[in-house]
Every structure is written in C-alpha cells, then in structure tokens.
C-alpha cells in the first residue's frame, strides 16, 4: 500500500469513526466528545465535526482552556464550540488540523496552504502544528523561489522561468505576507534576559579573575587543593596543571562575558520576533531585487507596516535602479 492510499484510508476512517461516536453521544471507546461547528463566512454551509476531546486538548491549548473551563456547558453530554468570525478562509487548514490530531501529521500543500496553517495554529495556540507548519513554510519558500538551485531538468526549469510560473510565485509570495503577518504577532512581553541568568552567560554570577576568587578549585592527584590564588601541592607536574587549568578558566570567563556583553547590546537594537514572520521576511529579503519589480509588492509594503520594518532589518542587496522617478 502507498503512502498516498494509505493516508485516504485513514481520512475515510476517521469521519466513520466520529459519526459513530456521535450516535452514541459521546460514549464510544470512553471518550468524551466536544461538537465542533465550523462555519466561517467563507463556507457555503457550516461544517459539524464531533472530536474526542482529549485529542483537542492535547493538541490545542484553545480547545483545552474551553475543555476545562467549569462552566455550565460543562454538564451537557456533548458541549458545543462554534468557530465562525475570524476563521475565514481556514477550511482546508482546519481540516487539515483534524488529520494532524489524529495522526501527527497532515498532507503537505503549497506555501500558501503553509502560511494558512501556521495561522491556524496561532489561533488555536496549537504549538507542535505552528513549528511543523513553520518548518514546512519555510522548504515551500526556498523550494520556490530558489528553483533554479533546486531544479536540473532543463525542460521544467524552462516552464519555471515562464511568465505565467513568475506571476504566480510573486502572487502566492504576496498573499503568505499577509495571511502570515495579518495572522500572527509578534511576541508579547520585554525582550527577555539572555537565555537564563546563570553562571553561564551573566557575568554577576560568573566567578571572579581576581587572584583571591574561591570560585576557582583545582583538585591535584596527591588531593591538594588549588584556588586561583595558589595550589597547596609542591609537586611540578601538579603545579604545570594547575597553572594551565587556571589560565584556561580565566579564558572561559573572559569570553562568555564578551558574550553577554554582545548579547546585552543586541538586545539594546534588536526585537523578539515569531519564527514564521522571520522565515518569511527572511526568504523575501533574499529575493528583493526579484519582488520590486512588480507593483503589488510596493503596495504590500505600504500596507504591512511589521513587514516591512522587518524586512529592513534582514540582510538586503540589490542593484541600483530606475525604478523612482523624481518630480522636478
């Protein structure tokens, strides 16, 4: 069996398995069922699922905070969650979310069906799906608009370089800006300390070069003591590894408190930043000097204001143009 037919399999499976569960009102296998209605305006007709609702709590931190809040829904046989206004345009992510929560994965799409479910993700606080999703984004991106590292066939690289295959790419890359950025944001919260405050990158904790430091203890072979001021045994060998154990603390000390020193300064200039708005800014950046030349991304830029502050900050290279036309 293939890969393909075995993931049919599996779709047909699961709608017979929840229509099942449903008519037995949520008592089948002993799982409590939650009715999902998803009916955003973009739908034709709202769509019903009834999902095992530990499977939607432990994929969604949404749907768990619904599971375990006591309220009075909570003594219905079948609690009821309704996902209308502001899911627009998500049906095949969601249902591409009920295949993820049941088997860990979910059939890849193109970087617009990525960006789609990284959406989905954020809002359903769904964390392990966000990282795949992201990670998926980002192969879709370089995979497209690096084709012509990725592609040896001379034919298809041909169809690729066509103008029909470069408005699409421009287009799809267009709109994963603003699903991504009209999507996501930015984390909340004060730029957070390095890493975490210890002896490892802060330099208050760090122990001391100074000649008299106790931080510093070197253990000989005759079980002398050594501290950076001096080693007890007499023996040459003992005091030649003292002496270089010594010198190599000092260095470890010296660096890690330039990299806290740099750390510190990044902070002072830089901004936290979720990873898929950074892959995206990132993969557009890389390919300015392609994306300027159609009028739609000036005007992406004008509309996504963190678009573009981000992607001033990415490395940037292009050649000079006659682009901007000055008035006299």
Same mark, same amino acid.
């Given at each position: 069996?293939?890969?393909?037919?075995?993931?049919?399999?599996?779709?047909?499976?699961?709608?017979?398995?929840?229509?099942?569960?449903?008519?037995? &009102?949520?008592?089948?296998?002993?799982?409590?069922?939650?009715?999902?209605?998803?009916?955003?305006?973009?739908?034709?007709? +709202?769509?019903?699922?009834?999902?095992?609702?530990?499977?939607?709590?432990?994929?969604?931190?949404?749907?768990?905070?619904?599971?375990?809040?006591?309220?009075?829904?909570?003594?219905?046989?079948?609690?009821?969650?309704?996902?209308?206004?502001?899911?627009?345009?998500?049906? /095949?992510?969601?249902?591409?979310?009920?295949?993820?929560?049941?088997? /860990?994965?979910?059939?890849?799409? @193109?970087?617009?069906?990525?960006?789609?479910?990284?959406?989905?993700?954020?809002?359903?606080?769904?964390?392990?799906?966000? &990282?795949?999703? =992201?990670?998926?984004?980002?192969?879709?991106?370089?995979? @497209?608009?690096?084709?012509?590292?990725? =592609?040896?066939?001379?034919?298809?690289?041909?169809?690729?370089?066509?103008?029909?295959?470069?408005?699409?790419?421009?287009?799809?890359?267009?709109?994963?800006?603003?699903?991504?950025?009209?999507?996501?944001?930015?984390?909340?919260?004060?730029?957070?300390? +390095? =890493?975490?405050?210890?002896?490892?990158?802060?330099?208050?904790?760090?122990?001391?070069?100074?000649?008299?430091? +106790?931080?510093?203890?070197? &253990?000989?072979?005759?079980?002398?003591?050594?501290?950076?001021?001096?080693?007890?045994?007499?023996? =040459?060998?003992?005091?030649?590894?003292?002496?270089?154990?010594?010198?190599?603390?000092?260095?470890?000390?010296?660096?890690?408190?330039?990299?806290?020193?740099?750390?510190?300064?990044?902070?002072?200039?830089?901004?936290?930043?979720?990873?898929?708005?950074?892959?995206?800014?990132?993969?557009?950046?890389?390919?300015?000097?392609?994306?300027?030349?159609?009028?739609?991304?000036?005007?992406?830029?004008?509309?996504?204001?963190?678009?573009?502050?981000?992607?001033?900050?990415?490395?940037?290279?292009?050649?000079?143009?006659?682009?901007?036309?000055?008035?006299?």
């Amino acid at each position: 069996m293939t890969e393909k037919s075995k993931k049919r399999s599996f779709a047909e499976w699961v709608p017979c398995l929840l229509l099942f569960a449903a008519a037995n &009102k949520g008592r089948s296998f002993g799982y409590e069922l939650i009715h999902v209605i998803f009916s955003p305006s973009t739908s034709p007709e +709202p769509k019903r699922f009834y999902l095992h609702a530990d499977k939607l709590e432990e994929t969604s931190e949404y749907f768990a905070g619904f599971i375990r809040f006591p309220g009075t829904e909570a003594t219905e046989e079948i609690r009821e969650v309704q996902l209308g206004e502001g899911w627009e345009r998500l049906e /095949g992510a969601w249902a591409a979310f009920i295949e993820f929560m049941y088997s /860990g994965t979910y059939e890849k799409g @193109d970087m617009v069906c990525e960006a789609s479910m990284v959406v989905l993700a954020e809002r359903l606080v769904a964390g392990e799906l966000k &990282k795949l999703a =992201t990670a998926r984004l980002e192969k879709e991106l370089v995979r @497209d608009l690096d084709y012509e590292k990725h =592609t040896m066939d001379a034919a298809l690289l041909e169809v690729l370089d066509s103008e029909d295959e470069r408005q699409r790419r421009a287009q799809q890359a267009f709109q994963v800006v603003r699903l991504i950025y009209g999507g996501t944001h930015r984390p909340y919260g004060p730029e957070p300390t +390095p =890493t975490a405050l210890n002896s490892e990158n802060d330099p208050s904790q760090l122990p001391s070069q100074s000649n008299d430091s +106790p931080s510093f203890i070197f &253990k000989c072979k005759h079980n002398k003591v050594g501290t950076a001021e001096s080693l007890q045994c007499s023996a =040459t060998r003992c005091q030649s590894r003292w002496d270089n154990s010594l010198r190599q603390f000092e260095k470890q000390v010296e660096r890690r408190i330039k990299e806290f020193e740099l750390e510190e300064e990044r902070r002072k200039f830089g901004y936290k930043n979720c990873r898929a708005r950074k892959v995206v800014a990132e993969q557009i950046a890389k390919h300015v000097e392609y994306f300027r030349q159609w009028p739609e991304f000036r005007l992406v830029v004008e509309e996504v204001g963190e678009f573009a502050s981000d992607l001033l900050m990415e490395q940037l290279d292009f050649t000079a143009s006659e682009l901007v036309h000055a008035d006299e």
